[in-house]
T-cell receptor
């Protein structure tokens, strides 16, 4: 079942601009993860933020988590054409020994050179 | 190199001809799963396995079988494929609380 919902579904920006994608979810989580998928390829893990963290950085990526609003955002700064891909959030449900990751439908990002 | 491998990467087959897509991981992960991805529907989980000999249905298990006889392998079996199983399939593995590793995908066409 899908819990994470990304917003927007599609985003088109110019190279050099920042891209912001949002994710909302419904139930308690241990962590939230963001993945990237180039067309037709496997998903690649970008960043993991735990439920007790509010912000995390990795290179040009910045992720925030607001557990009170059950939402997260992914910011890509100074975007490049190579950032063109689909981005998915995935929630890791709370509970002992939980293995299930629940994925949203993704945001399709197009970065125009 | 830590990885999940799938084979074949591309497969065209005909209705009713049994097929198996193999999946293997080298990270000693307990958890493995299969997804299918279709346009507009996102990733949907087919089956998952918490450990050897422990498997369970995901969201769309109809028409599929799996087995987990060894920790590293998790094959997906289509006993009698039908055209509505034409899709892009991904195998994945993880350990609890950590990131998930995905295979490169298998593009299946059932005629």
């Amino acid at each position: 079942s899908q819990q994470g919902e990304e917003d927007p579904q599609a985003l088109s920006i110019q190279e050099g601009e920042n891209a912001t994608m949002n994710c909302s979810y419904k139930t308690s989580i241990n962590n939230l993860q963001w993945y990237r998928q180039n067309s037709g390829r496997g998903l690649v893990h970008l960043i993991l933020i735990r439920s007790n963290e509010r912000e995390k950085h990795s290179g040009r990526l910045r992720v925030t988590l607001d557990t009170s609003k059950k939402s997260s955002s992914l910011l890509i700064t100074a975007s490049r054409a190579a950032d063109t891909a689909s981005y998915f959030c995935a929630t890791d449900g709370a509970g002992a020994g939980s293995y299930q990751l629940t994925f949203g439908k993704g945001t399709k990002l197009s970065v125009i050179p | 190199e830590a990885q999940v491998t799938q084979n074949p990467r591309y497969l065209i087959t005909v209705t009713g001809k049994k097929l198996t897509v193999t999946c293997s991981q080298n990270m000693n992960h307990e958890y493995m799963s299969w997804y299918r991805q279709d346009p507009g529907l996102g990733l949907r989980q087919i089956y998952y396995s918490m450990n050897v000999e422990v498997t369970d249905k995901g969201d769309v298990p109809e028409g599929y079988k799996v087995s987990r006889k060894e920790k590293r392998n998790f094959p997906l079996i289509l006993e009698s494929p039908s055209p509505n199983q034409t899709s892009l399939y991904f195998c994945a593995s993880r350990s609890v609380g950590n990131e998930q590793f995905f295979g490169p995908g298998t593009r299946l066409t059932v005629l």
